[in-house]
């Protein structure tokens, strides 16, 4: 089982930036690609960015060009995601979450939010 500990959100002014990571133990050996997702208030949760070990990324329209997703190592245990250009629409629990992906499409089972177990997620508020 894996267990994934998100930390570093915060309140940040709209046209700011936060970086948020998320940290992976236990049986994390097969891993193989690691998602960011949110949930604001009211709203399901959503898919955010992906990377797969081999470095890929993978962004929602929505963040594409203001959030990075990155990896600390060789594996994808440790994650980050740096927001840039925070918009009040970013605000929300954001949470990390893994399955095993494949293929050219990869992202596209990666952005299905549907596990079985998540986090506490960190919040991120943008606000005035």
């Known amino acids: 089982q894996v267990h994934l500990v998100e930390s570093g959100g915060g309140l940040a002014q709209p046209g700011g930036s936060l970086r948020i990571s998320c940290v992976a133990t236990?049986?994390?050996?097969?891993?193989?690609?690691m998602g960011w997702y949110r949930q604001a208030p009211d709203k399901k949760r959503e898919y955010v960015a992906g990377?797969?070990?081999?470095?890929?990324?993978?962004y929602a329209d929505s963040v594409k060009g203001r959030f990075t997703i990155s990896k600390d190592n060789g594996g994808v245990d440790v994650v980050y995601l740096q927001m840039d250009s925070l918009e009040p629409a970013d605000t929300g629990v954001y949470y990390c979450?893994?399955?095993?992906?494949?293929?050219?499409?990869?992202?596209?089972?990666?952005?299905?939010?549907?596990?079985?177990?998540w986090g506490r997620g960190t919040q991120v508020t943008v606000s005035s």
């Open positions: 979450n893994t399955r095993p992906v494949y293929g050219p499409t990869w992202y596209r089972t990666l952005a299905v939010p549907d596990f079985d177990s």
């Open positions: 990377i797969t070990r081999g470095g890929s990324v993978n």
């Open positions: 236990g049986s994390i050996s097969g891993i193989n690609a």
